[in-house]
Protein backbone atom coordinates (compact mmCIF):
# COMPACT_ATOMS: atom_id res chain seq x y z
CA UNK A 1 0.00 0.00 0.00
CA UNK A 2 1.64 3.00 -1.26
CA UNK A 3 -1.06 5.61 -0.32
CA UNK A 4 0.42 9.25 -1.24
CA UNK A 5 4.26 9.16 -2.43
CA UNK A 6 5.78 12.47 -2.26
CA UNK A 7 9.18 13.27 -3.86
CA UNK A 8 11.94 14.38 -2.96
CA UNK A 9 11.82 14.11 0.16
CA UNK A 10 14.40 17.06 0.42
CA UNK A 11 15.47 19.82 -1.83
CA UNK A 12 17.53 22.99 -1.79
CA UNK A 13 17.00 25.76 -4.54
CA UNK A 14 18.70 28.70 -5.22
CA UNK A 15 16.52 32.18 -5.65
CA UNK A 16 15.29 31.91 -9.23
CA UNK A 17 15.43 28.25 -9.78
CA UNK A 18 12.65 26.39 -10.92
CA UNK A 19 11.31 22.83 -9.97
CA UNK A 20 8.56 20.72 -9.78
CA UNK A 21 7.25 18.56 -6.38
CA UNK A 22 6.14 15.39 -7.50
CA UNK A 23 2.88 13.40 -5.75
CA UNK A 24 0.88 10.63 -6.93
CA UNK A 25 -1.74 8.39 -5.01
CA UNK A 26 -2.93 4.97 -5.89
CA UNK A 27 -6.37 4.93 -3.74
CA UNK A 28 -8.34 6.47 -6.88
CA UNK A 29 -9.28 9.39 -4.72
CA UNK A 30 -10.71 12.33 -6.38
CA UNK A 31 -9.57 15.30 -4.38
CA UNK A 32 -6.01 15.84 -4.35
CA UNK A 33 -4.00 19.07 -2.78
CA UNK A 34 -1.24 20.70 -1.72
CA UNK A 35 0.03 22.53 1.68
CA UNK A 36 2.65 23.70 2.83
CA UNK A 37 3.57 23.91 6.63
CA UNK A 38 5.49 26.81 8.41
CA UNK A 39 6.56 27.05 12.16
CA UNK A 40 3.82 28.77 14.36
CA UNK A 41 1.49 28.52 11.41
CA UNK A 42 0.13 24.89 10.85
CA UNK A 43 -0.69 24.08 7.34
CA UNK A 44 -2.03 26.28 4.67
CA UNK A 45 -3.42 25.38 1.44
CA UNK A 46 -1.82 26.18 -1.73
CA UNK A 47 -4.05 25.05 -4.86
CA UNK A 48 -6.45 21.88 -4.76
CA UNK A 49 -8.14 19.67 -7.55
CA UNK A 50 -11.09 18.12 -7.72
CA UNK A 51 -10.69 15.97 -10.03
CA UNK A 52 -8.40 15.29 -13.73
CA UNK A 53 -8.19 18.59 -15.34
CA UNK A 54 -9.67 20.66 -12.83
CA UNK A 55 -7.90 22.68 -10.24
CA UNK A 56 -8.15 26.22 -8.09
CA UNK A 57 -6.29 28.24 -5.68
CA UNK A 58 -6.25 27.83 -1.95
CA UNK A 59 -4.71 30.19 0.82
CA UNK A 60 -1.46 31.16 -0.41
CA UNK A 61 -1.10 30.33 -4.26
CA UNK A 62 1.18 33.22 -5.65
CA UNK A 63 4.48 31.33 -6.76
CA UNK A 64 2.97 27.84 -7.53
CA UNK A 65 1.76 26.60 -10.46
CA UNK A 66 -0.31 23.51 -10.41
CA UNK A 67 -2.16 20.90 -13.34
CA UNK A 68 -3.70 17.70 -12.92
CA UNK A 69 -3.39 15.32 -16.06
CA UNK A 70 -4.40 12.15 -14.39
CA UNK A 71 -6.39 10.91 -11.38
CA UNK A 72 -2.96 9.86 -9.84
CA UNK A 73 -0.70 12.53 -9.98
CA UNK A 74 -0.56 16.45 -9.29
CA UNK A 75 2.85 18.16 -9.45
CA UNK A 76 3.64 21.55 -7.61
CA UNK A 77 5.31 23.71 -9.57
CA UNK A 78 7.56 26.23 -8.48
CA UNK A 79 8.36 29.00 -10.96
CA UNK A 80 10.70 31.04 -9.62
CA UNK A 81 12.17 29.78 -6.17
CA UNK A 82 12.49 32.11 -3.29
CA UNK A 83 13.44 32.55 -0.14
CA UNK A 84 10.06 32.93 1.14
CA UNK A 85 9.41 29.70 -0.15
CA UNK A 86 11.52 27.73 2.50
CA UNK A 87 8.87 25.42 3.63
CA UNK A 88 7.61 21.53 3.98
CA UNK A 89 5.25 20.60 1.61
CA UNK A 90 2.88 17.97 1.80
CA UNK A 91 0.49 16.57 -0.46
CA UNK A 92 -2.90 14.99 0.44
CA UNK A 93 -5.54 13.51 -1.21
CA UNK A 94 -9.06 12.41 -0.27
CA UNK A 95 -12.49 11.22 -1.44
CA UNK A 96 -15.10 12.71 -2.69
CA UNK A 97 -17.39 12.29 0.25
CA UNK A 98 -18.05 15.31 2.41
CA UNK A 99 -16.35 14.87 5.63
CA UNK A 100 -13.95 12.06 4.72
CA UNK A 101 -10.24 12.30 6.04
CA UNK A 102 -7.39 13.04 3.96
CA UNK A 103 -3.98 11.28 3.47
CA UNK A 104 -0.81 13.20 3.45
CA UNK A 105 2.65 12.22 1.70
CA UNK A 106 5.52 12.39 4.07
CA UNK A 107 6.30 15.85 2.97
CA UNK A 108 9.09 17.43 0.97
CA UNK A 109 11.28 19.72 2.90
CA UNK A 110 12.10 22.35 0.47
CA UNK A 111 15.46 25.11 1.41
CA UNK A 112 15.69 28.22 -1.09
CA UNK A 113 18.97 30.03 -0.32
CA UNK B 1 -14.11 32.70 8.48
CA UNK B 2 -12.76 29.43 9.90
CA UNK B 3 -10.22 29.31 12.37
CA UNK B 4 -8.78 26.78 15.09
CA UNK B 5 -6.67 27.71 17.93
CA UNK B 6 -4.28 25.17 19.79
CA UNK B 7 -3.19 27.51 22.56
CA UNK B 8 -1.00 24.70 23.86
CA UNK B 9 2.60 25.45 21.89
CA UNK B 10 4.57 22.89 23.94
CA UNK B 11 3.63 20.33 26.79
CA UNK B 12 6.27 18.35 28.57
CA UNK B 13 5.04 15.26 30.41
CA UNK B 14 6.81 12.60 32.39
CA UNK B 15 5.68 9.10 31.34
CA UNK B 16 2.26 8.11 32.40
CA UNK B 17 1.01 10.85 32.76
CA UNK B 18 -2.71 11.66 31.80
CA UNK B 19 -2.39 14.88 29.24
CA UNK B 20 -5.01 16.69 27.23
CA UNK B 21 -4.83 19.08 23.98
CA UNK B 22 -7.41 21.65 23.79
CA UNK B 23 -8.81 22.66 20.49
CA UNK B 24 -11.23 25.87 20.00
CA UNK B 25 -12.62 26.46 16.80
CA UNK B 26 -14.70 29.17 14.97
CA UNK B 27 -17.51 28.60 12.28
CA UNK B 28 -20.55 29.55 10.68
CA UNK B 29 -21.63 26.80 9.51
CA UNK B 30 -23.73 24.27 10.93
CA UNK B 31 -22.35 21.16 9.25
CA UNK B 32 -18.86 20.65 9.51
CA UNK B 33 -16.10 18.19 10.53
CA UNK B 34 -13.30 18.29 13.09
CA UNK B 35 -9.94 16.40 12.84
CA UNK B 36 -6.72 15.27 14.80
CA UNK B 37 -3.90 14.64 13.00
CA UNK B 38 -0.48 13.29 14.34
CA UNK B 39 3.01 14.54 13.27
CA UNK B 40 5.76 12.48 15.05
CA UNK B 41 9.60 13.20 14.66
CA UNK B 42 9.48 11.35 11.73
CA UNK B 43 7.61 13.58 9.88
CA UNK B 44 4.80 12.51 8.03
CA UNK B 45 0.98 13.18 8.98
CA UNK B 46 -1.02 10.41 10.72
CA UNK B 47 -4.64 11.03 10.51
CA UNK B 48 -6.07 9.81 14.29
CA UNK B 49 -10.04 10.75 14.20
CA UNK B 50 -12.81 12.61 12.35
CA UNK B 51 -15.91 13.94 13.92
CA UNK B 52 -18.60 15.44 12.74
CA UNK B 53 -20.86 18.35 14.15
CA UNK B 54 -23.82 16.19 14.78
CA UNK B 55 -22.51 13.80 16.75
CA UNK B 56 -21.35 14.90 20.31
CA UNK B 57 -20.65 11.28 21.75
CA UNK B 58 -17.38 10.64 23.33
CA UNK B 59 -14.78 8.69 21.96
CA UNK B 60 -12.30 6.90 23.35
CA UNK B 61 -9.71 4.48 21.23
CA UNK B 62 -7.20 2.80 23.80
CA UNK B 63 -5.47 5.37 25.62
CA UNK B 64 -6.71 8.28 23.50
CA UNK B 65 -9.65 10.33 24.06
CA UNK B 66 -11.58 12.81 22.47
CA UNK B 67 -14.01 15.65 24.55
CA UNK B 68 -16.66 17.30 21.78
CA UNK B 69 -18.74 20.07 23.26
CA UNK B 70 -20.68 22.43 21.15
CA UNK B 71 -21.05 24.51 23.70
CA UNK B 72 -17.93 25.52 23.86
CA UNK B 73 -16.94 25.13 20.71
CA UNK B 74 -14.26 22.58 21.68
CA UNK B 75 -12.33 19.41 20.53
CA UNK B 76 -10.10 17.98 23.19
CA UNK B 77 -7.94 15.56 22.97
CA UNK B 78 -6.83 13.45 26.11
CA UNK B 79 -3.98 10.85 26.46
CA UNK B 80 -4.14 8.63 29.19
CA UNK B 81 -0.77 7.02 30.66
CA UNK B 82 1.32 9.10 28.22
CA UNK B 83 4.26 6.90 26.78
CA UNK B 84 7.47 7.92 24.65
CA UNK B 85 6.13 7.23 21.37
CA UNK B 86 3.55 9.54 21.83
CA UNK B 87 6.04 12.42 21.92
CA UNK B 88 4.83 14.75 18.15
CA UNK B 89 3.36 17.75 17.37
CA UNK B 90 -0.39 17.34 16.83
CA UNK B 91 -2.38 19.28 14.85
CA UNK B 92 -6.34 19.93 15.49
CA UNK B 93 -8.37 20.61 12.16
CA UNK B 94 -12.09 21.86 11.18
CA UNK B 95 -13.21 21.28 7.45
CA UNK B 96 -14.34 24.56 5.17
CA UNK B 97 -16.11 23.23 2.02
CA UNK B 98 -15.12 25.52 -0.71
CA UNK B 99 -17.51 26.04 -3.45
CA UNK B 100 -16.44 23.19 -5.76
CA UNK B 101 -17.30 20.91 -3.10
CA UNK B 102 -13.51 20.37 -2.00
CA UNK B 103 -13.24 20.22 1.84
CA UNK B 104 -10.18 22.41 2.52
CA UNK B 105 -8.81 21.82 6.49
CA UNK B 106 -8.16 24.83 8.30
CA UNK B 107 -5.49 23.54 10.74
CA UNK B 108 -4.41 25.22 14.41
CA UNK B 109 -0.99 26.20 14.65
CA UNK B 110 -0.18 22.72 16.85
CA UNK B 111 0.82 21.06 20.31
CA UNK B 112 4.51 19.98 20.37
CA UNK B 113 3.67 16.43 23.48
CA UNK B 114 7.01 15.75 24.99
CA UNK B 115 6.80 12.39 27.00
CA UNK B 116 10.27 11.49 28.92
CA UNK B 117 10.84 8.72 30.65
Known amino acids: NAGVTQTPKFQVLKTGQSMTLQCAQD?????MSWYRQDPGMGLRLIHYSVGAGITDQGEVPNGYNVSRSTTEDFPLRLLSAAPSQTSVYFC????????????FGQGTRLTVV | AQKVTQAQTEISVVEKEDVTLDCVYETRDTTYYLFWYKQPPSGELVFLIR??????QNEISGRYSWNFQKSTSSFNFTITASQVVDSAVYFCALSEAQSTGFQKLVFGTGTRLLVSP
Open chain 1, 92 to 103: ASSYREEGTEAF
Open chain 2, 51 to 56: RNSFDE
Open chain 1, 27 to 31: MNHEY
